[in-house]
């Protein structure tokens, strides 16, 4: 790798409204404000990592700034829209509130609020991982968000909301960034193998978004990564080999073998993954998403939109869902994430997995003994209140 190589999540950051995948309601109420006049003066962008905020901040940045703006549409060529997508603009002044957040730093920033911009109309103060700002920090920072000097304007990216103090949010507009979709992801991943010149098959491209869970950053960072060790030809194996994560294929073979009680493959399943240096852990990770999609499914239906897979792939799941019963399904899904849990501190992680797995192929035959129980109980019951109302004191 030549020694300017510059990461992939950085080289097609986007730099459009447009081009922040999967928040176009954030993009169009953004651009309408600029487009009505009406942009206000401080902003709180929220949502899990790698889903776009600081992008959507600078591009936000780059409209009000652009020298054909305030537009909607920055142009992207001229000077201060170049600096901007390049990160010298001087008028848009980024801080990493995680190692910038004492009251000294704030105190800095506020000393800076007060001259006007060097050349643009504003300037715009991103504030990533604003919840790190510490409260008396907060407070230094109130006065000056009651009665904000019109040049300037605040973004505050965070990752956790509910810890910036209510008198932030009550100053700040605010909007909620997605978790963007694997049908999403994997369109911007194979755009860019495109022009990256690298092959890739579906699966591996859904397996490296899905390992992305929700955040295009990672998804691109791993991609990066993928393409770097398959030498250019992105394969299902050599993704799994890359990630870890156990190919949806392998996930719907494992539960057709649980629905009918074979072990035996179940068990060797654990046993390559192990043996490929995987964490119990991590397998029984997997299983639990899997479990958990085919509840969801079970439940809820395909309609409900709460599993995020391509169609073919949730037609798959949705057949393998209908041959549970959704308290088998319930019960699998706790179970896993219940030994999930146990397994971080277990001394001996493989055991309890395996125990886990006979536990899984036999969840069915508990849910016939609860059912049994059950209709026992609905048989017996007028008898039963009465004995229960005997044997109380
Ligand atoms: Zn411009």
Redo the contacts with the bound molecule.
């Keep these: 790798m030549a020694d300017n190589y510059t990461v992939i999540a950085r080289r097609y950051r986007p730099t459009t409204f447009e081009e922040v995948v999967g928040q176009e309601h954030i993009a169009t109420t953004l651009q309408n404000a600029i487009r009505d006049n009406r942009v206000g003066h401080a902003y709180i962008f929220t949502g899990s990592r790698g889903v776009g905020k600081t992008s959507m901040a600078r591009i936000f940045a780059?409209a009000l700034?652009?020298?054909?703006?305030p537009?909607p549409e920055?142009?992207?060529?001229?000077?201060?829209?170049?600096a901007s997508i390049e990160g010298t603009d001087p008028d848009i002044v980024e801080i990493d509130a995680a190692s910038h957040n004492s009251v000294d730093d704030i105190r800095q920033l506020r000393e800076g609020i007060r001259y006007a911009p060097l050349r643009a109309r504003f300037k715009v103060y991103i504030l990533d991982e604003a919840h790190r700002v510490t409260a008396s920090a907060f407070d230094a920072f109130l006065k000056t968000l009651e009665e904000p000097p019109p040049h300037v304007k605040f973004i505050f990216a965070t990752t956790e909301p509910g810890k910036l103090p209510e008198t932030i949010h009550s100053r700040c507009q605010r909007f909620d960034f997605r978790r963007v979709t694997t049908a999403d992801v994997v369109k911007r991943l194979r755009q860019i193998c495109q022009r990256e010149s690298a092959q890739a098959d579906d699966a591996a491209l859904a397996m490296v978004a899905r390992a992305g869970r929700g955040s295009m950053r990672d998804a691109q960072s791993l991609l990066d990564q993928a393409i770097a060790f398959s030498g250019g030809t992105l394969t299902a194996e050599r993704v799994q080999e890359l990630v870890g994560t156990l190919p949806r294929e392998a996930l719907l073979e494992i539960f057709d073998r649980v629905r009918a009680r074979e072990l035996g493959p179940v068990l060797r399943a654990l046993d390559a993954s192990v043996s490929g240096g995987r964490d119990p852990a991590d397998f029984m990770d997997d299983l639990v998403e899997h479990a958990r999609a085919l509840m969801l499914l079970r439940a809820a239906g395909r309609d409900a939109g709460l599993v995020d897979e391509a169609p073919d792939t949730l037609e798959r799941l949705v057949a393998q869902a209908e041959s549970y019963s959704v308290d088998e399904l319930a019960g699998a899904v706790s179970l896993l994430s219940d030994v999930k849990r146990r397994l971080r501190d277990a001394s001996d992680p493989r055991i309890v997995a395996e125990v886990a797995l006979v536990k899984l192929t036999r969840l069915a035959d508990l849910a016939t003994i609860e059912d049994l129980v059950r209709r026992l109980e609905g048989a017996g019951g007028g008898v039963r209140p009465a004995a229960r109302q005997a044997a109380a004191p």
């Design positions: 780059r700034n652009c020298e054909k703006g537009t920055p142009c992207g060529a001229c000077e201060i829209c170049r």
